[in-house]
């Protein structure tokens, strides 16, 4: 039987962040991985070899911003492993029905010229927006890089410049009150009154939605902080793909004495005398954590598939009921396509310029385009009708991901994972069959051939996932790749429960890591980092709160030698 420090559930991107400091930190650490490559969401492959030899396709995450908002590439030294990020510019391309169309650049000077070009209002008010949502950025950030109960964490990690920008946004009763007021309002309301054009609108709303709701939904705001990530800190990708960031982190682990094993999906975690002391794979091996299990799975599977329900039981009599009853999953999900080209696409009905393709492309012809795409998967409908769509052609930054003058191109849909009327059928009895994702892609690519006509005929080869095949892929509950929705009462210190948001789980020596914990989804890895530190907490408390405490003082008299 194999012994470790401790032993990690998943090799997704925050269980590679949070293995690499507790590595660090002179811990054994092994990394159970369920698929035939370490990442989850953050993979590159090349899934087409026979129809498209040499293609690497990004099967989910792709364009990075949270990541540069915390310390991980630089504390974990990743260049050294082989991180390289390409930042895009422009960053979004928008084009609209009438011919006209959204360019938005990492400069915000520039971007508020293309938006003059056709309401100078809205380009001051878009200035004035950005602003306030770049204020809150620093002023959060923070926040996202500590535990969320850990003040002292959280206290160390400001400065003079970030505490003048959180006065700036909260400073004072009706500043404070605006600002909860803005969190509590949806993005909806808040792009109609900033601004006035559609064309502005749609792009922003779009943006918005990645939370994983509709621009209408309230308590969502903060979804319009999007567009302003990417002026600042930026949009990028690693070269050769989001799983290069991956393949970064494994050379770390690795480097550093960890050991990742693949096609290993863990069964049971191991509980003796109400604590976590190992975990048992598919093939019945057993491997024993003499510190620490930490899972980087959502908290649902962990507790209700994973562990005896006396075990739960035991140690809160109310947990199972509450992650069965309480966590919220709205039903919505992507159905995600990957094209081969022969060539990249063309916007012929909109000046088309190469640049155009560097960012994100978006299909938003307006802020009801965008809402019904969103508000159908809830109800379990397919919006296939007149799809609006996230579309990137990495290529075009980065062609080492193609063979010579080939291109790629990457398609985001919301869907339903579970269908309305079709439960039972279909994969996973959820409704979704091959020919129904073949259709819906082919709806996909009528779509999108209306502003780029040739992605009918450049395209060599094609993949389309359904959102069954990607929650079985990517082992996401109802597919939902944030593990639970984004929604504010699941953020923060709600994520996902309370009693469990801080990392630390009611069974001891058992912890989370990953998208269901604080901060929440996307690439990060600040919930990897945040629970190592938590770890490393509970391991030599005194010594760690000390250190804390030193590294707080010593970054405050930093900050105040150096405003």
């Not at 969320?148 to 410049?161: E, H, K, M, V, W």
């Given at each position: 039987m194999e012994r470790y420090d401790v032993v990690m559930i998943g090799a997704g991107h925050n269980g590679l962040v949070c293995a690499a400091y507790l590595l660090k930190a002179g811990y054994s650490v092994l990394l159970l991985e369920k698929r035939p490559v370490p990442g989850g969401a953050a993979t590159t492959e090349e899934v087409l070899p026979e129809d498209a030899p040499g293609f690497k396709f990004n099967l989910c995450a792709i364009?990075?911003?949270f990541i540069h908002l915390g310390p991980v590439v630089e504390e974990l030294e990743l260049t050294k492993y082989g991180l390289e990020y390409l930042f895009c510019d422009p960053v979004v391309f928008c084009p609209h029905p009438d011919g006209r169309y959204f360019l938005g650049h990492r400069s915000l000077e520039q971007t508020c010229a293309e938006i003059a070009q056709f309401s100078p209002r809205d380009a001051q008010k878009y200035a004035e927006f950005t602003d306030y949502w770049l204020r809150t950025i620093r002023a959060m950030s923070p926040m996202f890089?500590?535990?969320?109960?850990?003040?002292?964490?959280?206290?160390?990690?400001?400065?003079?410049?970030?505490?003048?920008?959180?006065?700036?946004?909260?400073?004072?009763?009706?500043?404070?009150?605006?600002?909860?007021?803005?969190?509590?309002?949806?993005?909806?309301?808040?792009?109609?009154?900033?601004?006035?054009?559609?064309?502005?609108?749609?792009?922003?709303?779009?943006?918005?939605?990645?939370?994983?709701?509709?621009?209408?939904?309230?308590?969502?705001?903060?979804?319009?902080?999007m567009m302003a990530l990417r002026h600042e800190p930026g949009m990028a990708r690693p070269k050769g793909g989001t799983g290069a960031l991956t393949q970064a982190l494994v050379n770390l682990v690795q480097a550093k004495g960890g050991t990742i094993l693949t096609d290993q999906p863990v069964k049971q975690v191991l509980i003796d005398n109400g604590r976590a002391v190992g975990v048992a794979v598919a093939n019945g091996t057993e491997y024993r954590a003499t510190k620490g299990v930490i899972s980087n799975i959502d908290a649902q599977r962990l507790f209700l598939h994973l562990m005896d329900a006396a075990d739960v039981q035991d140690a809160d009599p109310n947990l199972r009921d509450r992650l069965e009853r309480r966590i919220v999953n709205n039903n919505e999900t992507i159905l995600k396509m990957d094209l081969a080209m022969s060539e990249p696409l063309r916007f012929v009905?909109?000046?088309?310029?190469?640049?155009?393709?560097?960012?994100?492309?978006?299909?938003?012809?307006?802020?009801?385009?965008?809402?019904?795409?969103?508000?159908?998967?809830?109800?379990?409908?397919?919006?296939?009708?007149?799809?609006?769509?996230?579309?990137v052609q990495p290529t075009m930054l980065d062609p080492t991901m193609a063979p010579d003058g080939m291109h790629t191109v990457w398609i985001e849909f919301f869907a339903p994972y579970q269908i309305a009327g079709l439960e039972g059928t279909g994969h996973n009895g959820t409704g979704w069959t091959d020919e129904l994702k073949h259709k819906v892609g082919d709806r996909i690519i009528d779509k999108l051939a209306e502003y780029a006509p040739n992605v009918k005929t450049a395209t060599i080869a094609r993949r389309v996932e359904s959102p069954a095949e990607l929650g079985e892929r990517l082992g996401a509950l109802k597919g939902n790749y944030y593990h639970i929705d984004m929604t504010l009462e699941q953020m923060v210190f709600f994520r996902p429960l309370p009693e469990i948001a801080n990392y630390k789980t009611p069974i001891d020596g058992l912890f989370l890591t990953g998208a269901g914990t604080h901060p929440g989804g996307s690439i990060s890895g600040m919930p990897g980092r945040n629970c190592a530190r938590v770890f490393l907490q509970t391991q030599h408390p005194l010594t760690h709160r000390w250190q804390d405490a030193s590294a707080s003082i010593k970054s405050a008299l930093k900050s105040l030698r150096n405003p």
């Open positions: 364009d990075h911003e890089n500590a535990p969320p109960r850990s003040l002292l964490d959280i206290a160390g990690n400001f400065n003079p410049s970030k505490l003048k920008d959180l006065v700036s946004v909260v400073g004072g009763t009706n500043k404070a009150m605006d600002f909860v007021r803005t969190m509590l309002s949806s993005a909806e309301d808040l792009l109609n009154e900033w601004f006035d054009s559609e064309i502005l609108k749609a792009p922003l709303a779009r943006l918005a939605a990645e939370m994983g709701v509709p621009p209408s939904q309230k308590n969502l705001g903060i979804g319009t902080i009905h909109h000046n088309h310029r190469d640049e155009y393709l560097i960012g994100s492309v978006l299909i938003a012809d307006s802020v009801r385009h965008v809402e019904i795409a969103h508000a159908d998967p809830m109800l379990g409908r397919v919006p296939d009708a007149d799809p609006s769509l996230y579309v």
